[in-house]
């Protein structure tokens, strides 16, 4: 169990840290297109294609679980405050629980869209012709990815539950000491 | 059999089936989704008649409800949220799925009719029930095509104050258009195609990372576009966008027979007299565009050749790379051309 959140934990930071290269891409793509265009007056035609379709996908579904694993996530936990730990671990194993399907299928009619683009040969025509399929592949990257974690966080948490070692920590509370020093995506 | 009739869940069950099976005199409720403002002029002259006469020919038994403003979905997703039952009736623009329907945006190659009649006449022809992009396009993705029309030729505004003197001037300049074969037209005229969806013009033009669009004049009246606008072109053929609104194969194929062929006449009554119509508005609001100061360029005579020779090559181009990917690029392109020579007004 140890041994595979460890490797859940490598493959978001890999994905996290090829967001973070594709963001900084980002930004010097854009700083260079406006250098380019007021300059010398020749602007790439690419970059608006490249940033809308493929790279704002990257930054968004490469974080996901990362993301949710750094407690980064928006989270509703009010009512965190005046349960036990014991409750909050139960909250928490809820929420993967319920959580997980929803990614799951998510990622299951993801792909299924990716490969039948890929078999279509599916391109949008234009000035450059982009393959849909690169874009489309993704989104089940990212949100299956965010299925095992969410799968095995519910599995630690039924574990701690249990009477097992407790794997992953509880979320932090918010303005708590820990959530102040610890919770930190960057 | 009569305890069987008596039992509890016999008669819940009996309810359900009742309740579940649609009764022949129920209204039938179409969902009819598309990316436009509700004063725009496709929805003012093709829509707002669409539902008023399919009602009335009905006598209200099919009712159509309007999901105007992107409401459902982005137009980019028009497709797919109709193929998925969220809108019945979707207002597909092939452009903007050419990924899906590379063929269908033939009519973006410009310099092929001289009236949008004509056009329309063409396209007509092409995706008719076993027509070739019926049977290629259409069918495949699970639709089948009611209105169908063309806006008028696209033109080239600019919203960026360098003057528009020739054709030349636009080198360099990010230009949007809908995809497609008029980013080849705008690349061999020097400026750099920006794909986007006419809803973000004025958000690009604002910024200033959009420098201009092609786009028909009522489009850029309907958007709002003319306070942003410095000059454009006049009587210039970029191609144009074929504008649809098909309805779901599976609810087309689950209607009754009467509701099928009134729609069907009142949609092929309508794409016949959209040209018209939009050939009117056009002039409407080239003049609503003239009276805010927009410069209104005519091509020279040496522009008007360089013109014809860019837009060949961009026909030659754009049948080349559709062929090259197994395609029929040059087999649909000619098909349009036929189509459009054999509707030419004698």
């Not at chain 2, 020279?300 to 990917?325: G, M």
Request: hydrophobic content about 50%; aromatic content about 8%.
């Amino acid at each position: 169990m140890s041994a595979l959140l460890a490797v859940i934990a490598r493959a978001e930071a890999l994905l996290a840290t090829i967001a973070s290269v594709v963001l900084g891409a980002t930004m010097a793509i854009v700083a260079t297109d406006v250098v380019m265009r007021y300059g010398f007056n020749h602007p790439f035609g690419w970059s608006y294609d490249l940033v809308s379709l493929y790279f704002t996908l990257v930054l968004f579904y490469f974080c996901l679980s990362r993301a949710f694993s750094a407690h980064a996530h928006v989270a509703v936990d009010i009512l965190h405050y005046y349960v036990s730990a014991r409750t909050r671990r139960v909250f928490a194993l809820i929420s993967c629980t319920l959580s997980a399907p929803l990614f799951a299928i998510i990622a299951a009619v993801t792909f299924q869209r990716a490969v039948d683009a890929f078999a279509r040969h599916d391109i949008i025509e234009g000035a450059i012709e982009w393959p849909t399929w690169a874009y489309l592949a993704l989104a089940p990257l990212g949100t299956a990815l965010l299925t095992l974690r969410l799968l095995v966080d519910a599995t630690a948490h039924a574990v701690a539950l249990s009477g097992g070692p407790e794997l992953i920590p509880l979320p932090p509370l918010a303005r708590s000491d820990e959530g102040l020093e610890g919770a930190s995506f960057e | 059999m009569g305890r069987i009739l008596e039992r509890p869940a016999f008669a819940v069950a009996a309810a359900l089936l009742l309740a579940a099976l649609p009764a022949r005199a129920d209204k039938i409720t179409l969902r009819l989704a598309d990316g436009l403002p509700t004063t725009h002029i496709i929805n003012r002259t093709i829509v707002e008649p669409f539902i008023r006469q399919v009602s009335e020919a009905t006598h209200g038994a099919v009712e159509i409800r309007h999901f105007p403003a992107e409401q459902l979905g982005k137009s980019r997703d028009m497709l797919m949220l109709t193929q998925a039952g969220v809108a019945d009736i979707g207002f597909i623009v092939p452009s903007y799925q050419s990924d899906r329907m590379p063929l269908s945006t033939v009519t973006e190659l410009p310099g092929i009719f001289q009236t949008s009649c004509q056009g329309d006449a063409a396209l007509r022809t092409l995706t008719a029930e076993g027509a070739i992009l019926d049977e290629r396009e259409f069918k495949p993705n699970g639709l089948k095509p009611l209105i169908i029309f063309l806006m008028p030729a696209y033109q080239l505004i600019l919203s960026s104050s360098r003057p528009l003197g020739a054709l030349k001037d636009a080198g360099g300049l990010k230009i949007r258009t809908p995809g497609g074969a008029m980013d080849l037209t705008l690349m061999e005229l020097g400026a750099v195609p920006i794909r986007v969806g006419p809803g973000d013009i004025y958000e690009g033009m604002s910024r200033g990372t959009l420098d201009g669009a092609l786009l028909a004049y009522q489009s850029a009246v309907a958007y709002h576009l003319g306070p942003l606008l410095k000059s454009g072109t006049l009587g210039q053929d970029f191609g144009t966008v074929a504008v649809t609104f098909s309805i779901r194969l599976k609810t087309w194929n689950a209607l009754p027979a009467d509701a099928q062929e009134t729609l069907s006449r009142i949609s092929q009554s309508l794409s016949r007299q959209a040209c018209e119509k939009f050939d009117k508005a056009e002039q409407e609001s080239l003049a609503t565009v003239r009276a805010l100061g927009i410069n209104l360029v005519t091509p020279t005579d040496s522009d008007h050749a360089a013109l014809e020779a860019a837009f060949a090559q961009v026909r030659a181009n754009w049948a080349k790379r559709l062929d090259a990917r197994g395609k029929a690029g040059t087999e649909i392109m000619k098909a349009f051309m036929d189509a459009a020579e054999a509707a030419k007004p004698r």
